[in-house]
């Protein structure tokens, strides 16, 4: 599993796009795919997958109402060779709102259980990669 965290409008996409360029991925976005660990898009698939915009899947899943430590979980379990790309959001101000303060720390607990399993973990800036582990 590998790791890419950075703000938004980073390059974090791209940066990752470009290291694997001629590689085949399943490519799935958070913005758009389903919710459940049970829906076609999220089964396993017969290659590597990146997973684009991590942090709007789990923002989709806590607004869903759903557990998305456990649905997260066992989407990594699943896809233990994923490439997982997501916004840092716990920097900076504190949101006023409740909901968003959760989701903040709830996500930010998540990307820390992924960065310790995986083997490799880069922050982007600037569409510049910084390897932390």
């Not at 996409?13 to 919710?35: A, C, F, P, Q």
């Not at 684009?52 to 060779?81: M, N, S, T, Y």
């Not at 303060?101 to 995986?118: F, N, P, T, V």
């Amino acid at each position: 599993m590998e790791l890419y965290v950075g703000g938004y409008a980073q390059g974090k996409t791209d940066y990752v796009k470009r290291k694997y360029k001629g590689e085949s991925l399943v490519v799935i976005d958070g913005e758009t795919t389903g919710l459940g660990f049970e829906d076609a898009d999220l089964t396993a698939q017969p290659e590597r997958v990146l997973f684009l915009h991590f942090h709007l899947w789990i923002r989709r899943l806590l607004l869903a109402g759903k557990d998305a430590e456990a649905v997260a979980a066992a989407w990594l379990k699943a896809h233990p060779d994923c490439v997982i790309v997501a916004d840092e959001v716990g920097n900076g101000i504190v949101p006023m709102k409740r909901a968003e303060r959760e989701y903040r720390d709830r996500l930010g607990r998540i990307l820390i259980s992924i960065a310790a399993e995986s083997e490799r973990v880069e922050r982007v800036i600037c569409g510049i990669g910084q390897r932390l582990k």
